[in-house]
Nanobody
Framework: QVELVESGGGLVRTGGSLTLSCAAS????????MGWFRQAPTTDRELVAA????????AYGDSVKGRFTISRDNADNTVSLQMNSLKPEDTAIYYC?????????????????????WGRGTQVTVSP
């Protein structure tokens, strides 16, 4: 069973940047696509970014396109999310998760139901 631990969250002003990291233990992440999701107090959990198991393909939520970048280091068993030009509406708890199955090397799952093994999350707060 894989355990995921997110880190890197914090308080930042509008326009600032943060880099989130997701470290895995218990199992290698390589065979699985990875995703970053977020959830604010009054919203459903939504996709932020996802990356195929090979790292060749990525997908982003519409609200973060052009500002966030997802990457993975299969040798280090980590996934990162570089967040630039942060806005107050990016405030949420950010979670990483592995895909439920070993999809093809280039497939990027986008639905919450296609993920499992959620971490506990890291809080990101963007002040006006």
């Amino acid at each position: 069973q894989v355990e995921l631990v997110e880190s890197g969250g914090g308080l930042v002003r509008t326009g600032g940047s943060l880099t989130l990291s997701c470290a895995a233990s218990g199992r290698t992440l390589y065979p699985y696509a990875m995703g970053w999701f977020r959830q604010a107090p009054t919203t459903d959990r939504e996709l932020v970014a996802a990356i195929s198991r090979s790292g060749m393909n990525v997908a982003y939520g519409d609200s973060v396109k052009g500002r966030f970048t997802i990457s993975r280091d299969n040798a280090d068993n980590t996934v990162s999310l570089q967040m630039n030009s942060l806005k107050p509406e990016d405030t949420a708890i950010y979670y990483c998760a592995t895909s439920t199955q070993q999809f093809s090397r280039t497939f990027v799952p986008r639905r919450t139901i296609e993920y499992q093994s959620w971490g506990r999350g890291t809080q990101v707060t963007v002040s006006p």
